[in-house]
């Protein structure tokens, strides 16, 4: 007799994979980000991609993240995500900037920029689950890890919706294989549960550096423990953050 759980698995199959499909048939992106992604392989001609290291894709979350090699090292990240973009966007954009990499780990931060935009959790989920189950048919030893979309101040209003999308994204990371969800809101509120405004710039859903020295902190073990699972070069030391200045 088929089980819950195994049922439910393979209607999200059924579902992804007909996603996938609508997504393949989809016209061209067109000029969408042309600029971001046309410099992404200017800087792949100039210097060629770092393969089977670790990718930072995603948003403005990860986009103004500018020295994110230096707070990662020694472990050999390259950043490559677009700011603006949705959990669509990183799908109509997986060839020119996933495929030249070929990582062994992805990290992933998308899906804020839906959720502003009035798309639904459950349609930013599914390209998620797209884009990962894309991942696996092409390496399918290859890591991803999804960091939470964050409960940002000029959004509060919008907190339910964010919370019912990390709900979607940590129980399929939880059932997945290879796939690994790392929560930076506790990074976001003090030891009373609330806002930590100080993080914030002006408009309320970019950070200060002092943020991402958090993010790290929360990331950065993670990634090194994946890194060593992944067996792709001898374990590597990782030493505490630091506090180096991040560009706005």
């Given at each position: 007799m088929v089980s819950m759980k195994q049922?439910?698995?393979?209607?999200?199959?059924?579902?992804?994979?007909?996603?996938?499909l609508l997504h393949l048939a989809a016209a061209d992106p067109g000029p969408r980000f042309e600029n971001e992604i046309q410099a992404f392989i200017q800087a792949d001609?100039?210097?060629p991609p770092l393969r089977?290291?670790?990718?930072?894709?995603?948003s403005s979350i990860f986009r103004e993240w500018t020295n994110v090699t230096e707070m990662m090292a020694p472990l050999p990240v390259v950043n490559r995500a677009f700011g603006g973009s949705r959990t669509d966007d990183q799908l109509a954009r997986f060839d020119p900037v996933v495929l030249p990499h070929a990582p062994?780990?992805?990290?992933?931060?998308?899906?804020?920029?839906?959720?502003?935009?009035?798309?639904?959790?459950?349609a930013a989920f599914l390209d998620f689950k797209v884009f990962s189950e894309r991942v696996r048919r092409i390496w399918p030893a290859t890591r991803l890890l999804f960091v939470s979309s964050t409960r940002s101040l000029d959004r509060v209003d919008k907190w339910d919706r964010v919370d019912h999308y990390n709900g979607l994204v940590r129980a399929y990371c939880a059932e997945t294989p290879l796939r690994r969800f790392i929560d930076i809101n506790r990074a976001l509120i003090d030891a009373d549960g609330c806002p930590r405004t100080d993080l914030y710039r002006a408009d309320k859903l970019h950070f200060h550096p002092a943020a991402y020295v958090a993010f790290t902190?929360?990331?950065?073990?993670?990634?090194?423990d994946e890194w060593r699972k992944a067996g792709a070069v001898k374990a590597v030391p990782i030493e505490p953050a630091t506090s180096g200045p991040v560009a706005p």
């Open positions: 049922l439910r698995r393979f209607l999200l199959l059924v579902i992804a994979c007909s996603a996938a001609r100039v210097k089977e290291g670790i990718l930072f894709v995603g062994r780990i992805i990290v992933y931060y998308c899906g804020s920029n839906d959720i502003k935009e009035g798309r639904g959790p459950d902190a929360l990331i950065r073990p993670v990634l090194a």
